[in-house]
Each structure stands twice: as structure tokens, then as C-alpha cells.
């Protein structure tokens, strides 16, 4: 059975339902059907931030600070993009500060093509890209003193933080900017809660991506997850009832319907 050898038939039946869901919901995409997505406030305020610095003359500054290449980062991509469209429509000054030379060749190209979706492909400037430091503290120092000589209007703080969140956070409050943050990071969420204006937690950063685009496959996918775990929810529950109703009734465990699912492969003769 090549990698299912240690597998049970109830993981086998998990991942046919997943992805006959998420097929389910990508053709539903395709065919027109407009996913409902729950209001974010958190991305809501960041047109406004934008719009902000629009009004003041003040540039926009957005780091992904630790993350590297995966998915968290792509995440942040989907959100970079759409910030660098409207920084390019109000013409703007955009900062991308960069503490992975690995990320720094994708941020680039991200930027690069939300300037030219929105004409303005001749008014990209690669020195707004900047590497700083592959360095925790010396990539958080750099970013203060960018901070600081850019008067930044906005700050945008998607990714992966560590114990530099707090100083970068505080430099965005000690120049007055408006600061949106998202952190994959539970031990991080609470000093941003405590210094940023609004702050999207935990998934809410994939989330973020296709609410901002609406592009029908990010939608569908983010879709088909949300309805997996109300699926997983159900099933926790369930199983917990099972769990209930055995500890009350013994002499029901050898019937209960979960144990076939926890047979292993060799019950089929595999």
C-alpha cells in the first residue's frame, strides 16, 4: 500500500471527503457561485490605512519579518499584493524591509506585478525591496531606523514573529503610524493586540489573502477548509458522546461504530 501502510480505513475515508469537498467547492467557484466571507475588521482598516497615508504623504511600509519561504509566507504575498496595488494607485511610497534573501526574490516579483496590474509598472522601485539583516535583533534594529527616517503613515506586520514583534510594533506607535498586524505566532498575538490598531489572529492571516482579492480559487479553498472543520467539530463530538455512552454502558463497547474505523489495514488482508 506504499505510504497508507500504517493508515486506517478512517483516515483513508477523512481524506476522500476532503477532497471531494474541495472539489465540490472549487467547481462551485468556476461556475459563478460567490463564496460568503465574514467580515474582518482587521483588513477592513487596512484601505483605510492606506488611504491615510494617501492623505498625509506618508509612505507604507509592510515586513514579513521571519518567514520564510512556505505557506505563511504565500499568505502574506496574496496581502502584500493587494496593499502594493493601492500604494501604486495613490502613488505612494511602499517599504518592504526583507530579513530572507530567499523571500525577498518572490516579495520583489509580488510588488513588481501589482505595479503593472495597475499601469503603473514603470513607477516600481526595486530599492524599496530591502534586505536588511538575516539577523533577529539587527533585522529589527534596521527596521527602526527605517521606521524612523521613512515617517512611515502605515505599517503592516504579516508573517512569523519572535521576541522582536514587541520592538517592531513600538517603533510603528513611537513615529504614529497605523498598524495592522497578523502573526501565526500565538506567543506574539498579545503585544500586538496591546500596540497595533487592529490585529488578525491566528488563521485569520490565510484568510486575509482571499477576502482582500476575492479570487474564486483562494475563496473556494478557504471555503472548503472552514467546512472541513465544522465537519471535525462534528466528529469530536460525536466521539465524545460514543466516549460518554461506553464509560455508562460496558457491555456496548465491542459494538460501538468508531472501532471500525480504527482497524488496521491487515483486518482486510492488505
Not at 500604494?87 to 530567499?102: I, R
Not at 497578523?182 to 485569520?204: H, K, M, N, R
Amino acid at each position: 500500500m506504499g505510504g497508507l501502510e500504517h493508515a486506517t480505513p478512517g483516515i483513508l475515508l477523512v481524506l476522500i471527503g476532503a477532497c471531494v469537498l474541495l472539489y465540490r467547492e472549487l467547481s462551485r467557484g468556476s461556475k459563478g457561485y460567490v463564496h460568503h466571507i465574514r467580515r474582518i475588521a482587521g483588513v477592513d482598516a487596512i484601505e483605510g490605512a492606506v488611504g491615510r497615508c494617501a492623505e498625509q504623504g506618508r509612505s507604507v511600509v509592510f515586513t514579513t519579518a521571519l518567514t520564510d519561504v512556505g505557506p505563511v509566507l504565500f499568505a502574506c504575498l496574496g496581502v502584500l499584493h493587494s496593499i502594493a496595488k493601492r500604494v501604486a494607485q495613490y502613488k505612494l511610497k511602499l517599504q518592504v524591509p526583507q530579513y530572507s534573501p530567499e523571500a525577498m526574490a518572490l516579495v520583489e516579483d509580488t510588488v513588481r506585478e501589482a505595479y503593472r496590474e495597475v499601469g503603473r509598472a514603470n513607477a516600481f522601485d526595486p530599492e524599496s525591496i530591502r534586505f536588511l539583516s538575516s539577523e533577529q535583533f539587527a533585522f529589527a534594529s534596521g527596521y527602526m531606523g527605517l521606521m524612523h527616517r521613512e515617517k512611515a503613515g502605515a505599517a503592516f506586520m504579516f508573517g512569523v514573529f519572535a521576541a522582536e514583534a514587541l520592538v517592531l510594533a513600538e517603533a510603528g506607535q513611537q513615529v504614529g503610524a497605523r498598524q495592522v498586524a497578523a502573526s501565526v505566532s500565538p506567543e506574539q498575538v498579545a503585544f500586538f493586540i496591546c500596540t497595533c490598531d487592529y490585529t488578525l489572529i491566528g488563521e485569520e492571516l490565510f484568510g486575509a489573502s482571499a477576502y482582500m482579492s476575492r479570487e474564486p480559487v483562494q475563496v473556494a479553498t478557504l471555503a472548503a477548509q472552514d467546512r472541513f472543520k465544522l465537519f471535525f467539530i462534528a466528529l469530536i463530538i460525536v466521539g465524545v458522546f460514543l466516549a460518554t455512552l461506553r464509560q455508562w454502558m460496558p457491555e456496548l463497547g465491542g459494538y460501538m461504530p468508531h472501532l471500525i474505523l480504527l482497524k488496521d489495514w491487515s483486518a482486510f488482508g492488505w
